[in-house]
């Protein structure tokens, strides 16, 4: 089992940045695969990114080009940097993380056992 914890959300104004952390405890951080998944008030939750265990990204196609994701084993951390917010990335930012997961399932929320509580990110216009 794992335990995840987001920090570094917060308000921000259309363009700037922001780069959310999670810090997972309490098993072997470089076993697990890692999502960031986000959810909007009204919506359901969406995939963002993902790193797999050997560090290959994914990402959504909204996101792309101006998010990244990446981990440091050491630090048990996994990190999504996040350029040109848009308004409509407004959402709680949620990680995930699993040991099992196969890459096709990568997108998919239900395929993750193990998540953060969430960490608000709010873009003004």
């Known amino acids: 089992q794992v335990q995840l914890v987001e920090s570094g959300g917060g308000l921000v104004q259309a363009g700037e940045s922001l780069r959310l952390s999670c810090a997972a405890s309490?098993?072997?951080?470089?076993?697990?695969?890692l999502g960031w998944f986000r959810q909007a008030p009204g919506k359901e939750r969406e995939f963002v990114a993902a790193i797999g265990r050997g560090g290959h990204t994914y990402f959504a196609d909204s996101v792309k080009g101006r998010f990244t994701i990446s981990r440091d084993n050491a630090k048990n951390t996994v990190y999504l940097q996040m350029n040109s917010l848009k308004p409509e990335d407004t959402a709680v930012y949620h990680c995930?993380?699993?040991?099992?997961?196969?890459?096709?399932?990568?997108?998919?929320?239900?395929?993750?056992?193990?998540w953060g509580q969430g960490t608000q990110v709010t873009v003004s216009s």
């Open positions: 995930a993380a699993d040991s099992r997961i196969i890459t096709s399932s990568y997108f998919q929320d239900s395929a993750y056992d193990f």
């Open positions: 309490g098993d072997t951080f470089r076993r697990y695969v």
